[in-house]
């Protein structure tokens, strides 16, 4: 049955229009976006497919190529270059909104940015986000990528990094591939030897975060371990 066929108040868009945007799931908000289905299937049904195609999770949706969203029977290259816009939209929103005000006074903001960037990469990726002296966002930097396992960071480069975006502070964030947000020995003792050498040159480090799966990224911080 087409959308239109549906009782007025069981429609995501009208819904949306009644109780607003959080009352929709995953699946409604994406068949708003993509506004038609195929034969056979509603825009909610298709919604579904393509969240099911991929894990059922935003973050791993978000970071999909425009080949494997086309790929989905009944979305195609049209509908996966929009996809592909509203998601990079959305990270465009968050990086500004922490380019203008204190982003370590807006720590979900930060976490919603990082989740977007990292949470569905197959390998380790280690970034930092340069601050200026009142804690907004200079520049995000995909610093080293490893393998699933491993990254290897050199302090040196974080320190040369540092100092070409002139920055005050930073917020340190990797991701681990495995689902697991726990730190491990070797993550603590990175973050202690970044530290030690980015406070040689007066940059602050105010935070190393862990991105793990759809789960909320872990905080040194919060953690008393920094």
């Known amino acids: 049955m087409a959308i239109t066929d549906w009782p007025e108040g069981e429609r995501p868009r009208e819904r949306l229009l009644a109780h607003g945007p959080e009352a929709l799931s995953d699946a409604e908000l994406l068949a708003i976006y993509l506004r038609v289905g195929v034969r056979g299937k509603s825009a909610v049904d298709l919604a579904r497919d393509l969240l099911q195609r991929f894990d059922g999770q935003l973050g791993t949706l978000?970071?999909?190529?425009?080949?494997?969203?086309?790929?989905?029977?009944?979305i195609g290259m049209a509908k996966a270059a929009q996809l592909k816009a509203s998601f990079e939209l959305a990270r465009r929103a968050l990086s500004q909104d922490m380019a203008t005000r204190d982003s370590f006074t807006s720590p979900g903001k930060v976490r919603d940015w990082l989740r977007l960037k990292l949470a569905s990469r197959g390998h380790e990726v280690f970034m930092a986000l340069w601050l200026d002296a009142q804690n907004r966002l200079l520049k995000a930097d995909e610093l080293f990528t490893g393998t699933l396992t491993q990254t290897s960071v050199y302090p040196r480069e974080v320190v040369k990094a540092a100092l070409a975006n002139n920055a005050a502070a930073v917020i340190l964030a990797h991701n681990h591939p495995s689902g697991i947000a726990e730190p491990s020995r070797a993550d603590e003792m990175l973050t202690r030897s970044l530290k030690e050498a980015l406070a040689l040159v007066d940059v602050k480090v105010l935070d190393h975060f862990i991105v793990a799966g759809n789960t909320p990224p872990l905080s040194f911080a919060e953690r008393g371990l920094l």
């Open 62 to 74: 978000a970071e999909a190529s425009l080949a494997e969203l086309a790929s989905v029977s009944g």
